[in-house]
């Protein structure tokens, strides 16, 4: 395997992505980056040069709303799945210091 | 301290643009609603949702990018800024960074050292955050989405600035520019203008710039000001115990008078931007441009120039009028109707500021209209009420943009002009007051104030003062 | 004939001819959910009674005449990626596991807008994220033609649903295949339209940019029909595409005179079972005989499309499923320490392992310093990829070949090896990074009974093409599909 991950990159990984891996989790996510970065590796094999990078399969573009408020209040439906709510906002664990 | 340095400073600008909706959605922006009524599955992110863009927002950073002499990208897109934070519902915010709105611009500005530019790096379009606020009761955080998706252009200028002077002459410029525009209020207090201070030292005539932090929650023109100060001594006090400055942002308490570091080991501080594939490119043809660069208006430079010309009115008062997009719009609005310039100087520069002032209010927030103004001017040109009355009608005007015409009507505030009415007055007044007329009669002059005074009081402040001098006189 | 046997066509005009009722079609199909359920477990959620309560507003507004098209009055399967006003949506994930959402997506609208009645929702790979449908959090779902195989995936349960006549048609989402691949594996028929045909608002998203919604129905007919349905112009979704051609049965025509298909040889050599190639092949035979100038091509770049892929796909996903972070909706660990211990717990326990995998790899390819190096030199593959396709549509009206190399594997044979999981999408990953439309038809059994199918490609906004084709071939072909007895 030519990508090796170590322990610091899944944990680096694991803080931008919100999760949080068991030892065994932890092994494994190691092993199969590895392999599929191995595998992604192989588009180094093509020549982009002055490829330009495509998000779009085919142009569209300037796509606009106008400046009209068209939401009424839904404040009830918003918040019906919330796992926490108070005083019509949604409760999180403390953000101040 | 035995070196020299000097202070290079680079500003992050936030503006809220005064759009009806937000930028992605349907959703009002007015302030001051309920928490999250202003919100809909798009800016509180539910699963499923897909933002589309709000073309205001675009018209308005162009517009604000011409003005600051930006090339506009005709090629733009947006991209996803990613992290986690509760304010933030989708955890990615929509922003700009490959290709941003407008890039390299600059604008001139002014302080008592003489003028400059100051370069415009880029200005990108984005979305605001929602709120946080602390229960302290539950000890724990409530998020409200109502801010969530209002638009945002964030101006990033270059690291021309050399002082807190030049960095308030800039924000000033920027804020006079795009309040000309119309493309916000620009108001530091209420956050719809906020900007971030990026600051670093070096000795005077080093090439390489030093490292630099950025400073964030500075809502006053007066917190900027101290930030930078106290951020500038900060980093000396740094270099001068051998230490080094860390790259970090840090958050200024204005009440305290220092900054400190806003670190976590959560925050990794790399934001993996993407172009956001739920948007399309946005492509400006030159005829677009065109079309917004017609629409833009008379900025504050040509203005004061201009009311040189045309007015007869005090330098002063050219300043301060023009100095809010609101007044100079009031002023040009009220003479048009045929009121005399000095008269409606002399009502913004006196009474309203005032006022303005009295109520801590914003130029912007002015709210009585120029055709109020024009008929206030009018009744007392008139002399259908005298000043006292004039200035007791326009506080209420100031407050409620009543109609003075019809106010004065129904408060039966008009000056009395019945001379015979008058008269009697006076006589009830002469006869009441024997010690004052004694006095006035033995040469004191001054006495008749008072009983110009107390005439005044009778007729319950409907009199023309003048008039009834000149009864006084006459009766005694 | 039997109600469950009727094409999702076939249905609709004889409600209209008020030989059937909507309630009848409903309680038939309700009764063979009953019956099937225990065993294959195509739906996440089944509404019983909202169904039946549909099919009576939907029979007023039928014999109103205010609901007349060829659909109305049909059941219909929803895949439980989609949105669902009122009705649990879960991706087949625990951290959806109670989402009750308060809209519905715009495909739904269509349907229910034409007199569609929802059943339910079908299971899926979690987040659409898989080729099987193991990775479901509640359960995986049974290959009608034989339990112990897979129905493929992602769309497994809807595929499922519709070869147990469990509904008439479903929709299913196609990011890598997902529409495709179960369609084959289970022998019916599924259309992936053309990248921005059909609205995505309201669909959960995977891979944005490649995301599409589209039909699996029993035949060429009722899949033209759907398309007409459900193929919109939706101003909230700002990739969604205004097309005038969205007459799509007018395509239904027998006649391949003149149609020029390619056979791409790259999608032929190492890897393909046998069994697939000889029915594949067969079925561009049949064409050929009707007429179709078949010839073999080379397509090139088919090895890199994998790669381009899981690159493009997992940056996208990493990034589209931040928003579950137990805040807003869905699921919140019990207990946490602050902030970032309550995000990193509820997403940790509430994604599956294959979900957490691309989570990771996507976030990995995104970050700092290797955006250029993966990211964008997979988007730059993309382009080359899109534009070998360009250079073989002027040449070809039609591409065909496999769907997939091999017909449904045994249950829990697939998970264990990423990569080679991987590899099963190599002919129809192309499709979704190309934007292009991809129809898959059965065209045969193997050895083991299990069906095969061939994959026909459009270029971009020429599903009218694929229909023609397919629905010759299909005359040709004859009846196909699992006959009552066989039920397992």
């Not at chain 1, 980056?33 to 180094?44: A, E, Q």
């Not at chain 2, 379009?125 to 000890?139: F, S």
């Amino acid at each position: 395997m030519a990508n090796i991950i170590s322990d610091e990159t899944i944990e680096y990984v694991g803080i931008l992505a919100k999760l949080e891996l068991s030892p065994e989790e932890r092994e494994q996510a190691k092993k199969d980056m590895g392999s599929m970065l191995d595998y992604i590796d192989k588009l180094g094999e093509l020549d982009t040069e002055g490829v330009e990078p495509m998000s779009h399969a085919f142009p569209v573009k300037n796509v606009f709303r106008e400046d009209v408020v068209t939401n009424q209040d839904m404040r009830e439906e918003i918040l019906k799945n919330a796992p926490g709510e108070k005083d019509g906002m949604f409760v999180v664990p403390r953000t101040f210091e | 301290m035995s070196k020299q340095y000097e202070t290079v400073i680079g500003l992050e600008v936030h503006v809220e643009l005064a759009t009806k909706t937000k930028i992605f959605c349907g959703c009002s922006t007015a302030f001051g609603g309920e928490p999250n009524t202003h919100t809909c599955p798009v800016c509180t992110g539910m699963p499923g949702s897909l933002p589309v863009l709000n073309k205001q927002v675009l018209e308005y950073a162009v517009a604000v990018g011409l003005a600051t002499n930006c090339t506009i990208t005709q090629y733009c897109k947006f991209d996803r800024k990613n992290y986690f934070y509760p304010d933030n519902p989708q955890n990615y915010q929509i922003s700009q960074l490959y290709l941003p709105i407008c890039r390299n611009g600059k604008v001139e500005i002014e302080t008592e050292a003489g003028k400059k530019f100051v370069g415009i790096h880029e200005i990108h379009m984005e979305e605001d955050a929602g709120k946080l606020i602390h229960d302290e009761w539950d000890d724990c955080s409530l998020v409200d989405y109502n801010r969530s998706g209002v638009p945002l252009i964030e101006i990033v200028s270059e690291p021309d600035m050399r002082s807190a002077e030049e960095v308030i002459a800039y924000l000033e410029k920027l804020r006079m520019t795009i309040q000309y525009l119309g493309a916000s209020d620009c108001k530091l207090q209420e956050g719809s203008m906020r900007a971030d201070v990026n600051l670093s030292i070096r000795e005077v005539g080093a090439k390489e710039f030093g490292t630099r932090t950025e400073m964030k929650n500075l809502n006053s023109f007066k917190a900027i000001a101290r930030a930078i100060e106290g951020e500038r001594e900060r980093q000396i006090d740094l270099l001068e115990l051998g230490e080094k400055v860390m790259q970090e942002t840090r958050r200024w308490d204005d009440n305290k008078g220092e900054s400190y570091a806003m670190r976590s080991k959560e925050d990794a501080q790399d934001y993996r931007y993407f172009p956001d594939p739920d948007l399309v490119p946005i492509v400006l043809d030159d005829a677009f441009l065109e079309e917004i660069r017609a629409k833009q208006p008379e900025f504050r430079e040509e203005k004061m120039r201009r009311y040189k010309q045309e007015f007869d009115i005090p330098e002063y008062d050219i300043e301060i009028i023009t100095g809010s997009k609101r007044m100079a719009d009031l002023f040009e609005a009220t003479v048009a109707i045929g009121s005399q310039p000095k008269k409606v100087s002399n009502w913004l520069m006196v009474e309203t500021l005032r006022l303005l002032k009295e109520n801590n209010m914003d130029p912007e927030d002015i709210r009585f209209s120029p055709e109020n103004l024009a008929k206030l001017i009018s009744l007392t040109d008139t002399k259908a009420i005298n000043s006292s009355v004039a200035k007791e009608v326009f506080e209420v005007m100031f407050t409620e943009n009543v109609d003075p015409e019809k106010y004065v009507e129904e408060k039966g505030l008009k000056t009395v002009n019945d001379e015979g009415a008058l008269r009697k007055t006076v006589e009830e007044v002469i006869a009441n007051n024997p010690q004052s007329v004694d006095d006035y009669r033995n040469g004191k002059e001054k006495a008749i104030g008072f009983l110009v005074g107390q005439t005044m009081k009778a007729m319950k402040g409907k009199a023309d003062p003048g008039m009834v001098n000149q009864i006084l006189k006459e009766l005694l | 004939m039997k109600i469950l046997e009727m094409t999702a066509v076939e249905l609709g005009a004889a409600i209209k001819n008020k030989e059937v009722t909507v309630r009848e079609a409903a309680e038939a199909v309700l009764e063979q959910i009953e019956k099937q359920e225990e065993k294959l477990h195509c739906y996440v959620t089944v509404d019983r009674e909202g169904a039946l309560k549909q099919a009576e507003e939907v029979q007023k507004k039928i014999d109103a005449g205010e609901f007349s098209g060829p659909l109305a009055g049909v059941p219909v399967a929803i895949k439980d990626n989609m949105c669902t006003e009122g009705m649990l949506t879960t991706c087949s994930s625990r951290i959806l596991g109670n989402f009750v959402p308060t809209f519905s997506s715009e495909a739904v609208l269509n349907l229910q807008n034409a007199g569609a009645v929802i059943l339910g929702k079908t299971n899926m790979d979690e987040f659409a994220m898989g080729s099987t449908t193991e990775t479901s959090a509640f359960g995986v779902t049974r290959n009608p033609w034989n339990p112990e195989h897979v129905p493929g995936g992602s769309s497994g349960g809807s595929a499922a649903a519709v070869a147990a006549q469990e509904c008439f048609y479903a929709l299913g989402s196609d990011t890598g295949g997902s529409i495709r691949q179960p369609a084959s594996f289970c022998g019916v028929v599924g259309l992936k339209p053309t990248y921005g045909s059909v609205s995505r608002y309201g669909l959960i998203a995977y891979g944005s940019s490649l995301d599409q919604i589209g039909p699996l129905c029993k035949d060429v007919r009722d899949c033209a029909t759907i398309m007409e349905i459900i193929a919109t112009h939706d101003p909230k979704d700002s990739t969604s595409v205004e097309r005038q051609d969205t007459d799509f049965t007018a395509a239904l025509v027998e006649n391949v005179e003149g149609m020029r298909i390619g056979i791409p040889r790259d999608y032929f050599g190492e890897g393909l079972d046998p069994e697939v190639k000889s029915a594949v092949l067969n079925a561009a035979a049949v064409l050929k005989e009707k007429g179709a100038l078949v010839e073999e091509f080379d397509l090139s770049l088919v090895e890199y499309a994998i790669p381009a892929y899981y690159t493009i796909a997992a940056a996208e996903a990493s990034s589209n499923l931040e928003r579950f972070d137990g805040i807003k909706y869905g699921y919140r660990t019990a207990e946490y320490e602050g902030l970032h211990n309550m995000y990193k717990k509820s997403r940790s326990e509430g994604f599956g392992a294959e979900v957490k995998r691309r989570i990771m790899l996507g976030s990995f390819v995104l970050s700092s310093g290797y955006y250029d190096a993966y990211y964008l030199k997979a988007l730059r593959v993309k382009a080359l990829i899109k534009k070998a396709f360009d250079q073989a549509f002027e040449k070809y009206d039609v591409i065909l070949g496999p769907v997939a190399p091999t017909t449904a594997p045994k249950l829990g044979e697939s998970l264990s090896d990423p990569i080679k999981m991987y590899l099963g999408d190599i002919y129809t990953i192309s499709v979704n990074l190309a934007g292009l439309p991809g129809l898959s038809m059965p065209c045969g059994l193997d050895g083991k009974g299990l069906p095969i199918g061939v994959q026909l490609i459009g270029d971009c906004f020429q599903e009218k093409k694929l229909i023609q084709t397919a629905y010759t071939y299909e005359k040709a072909r004859g009846a196909f599909g699992r006959k009552e007895e066989e039920n397992v």
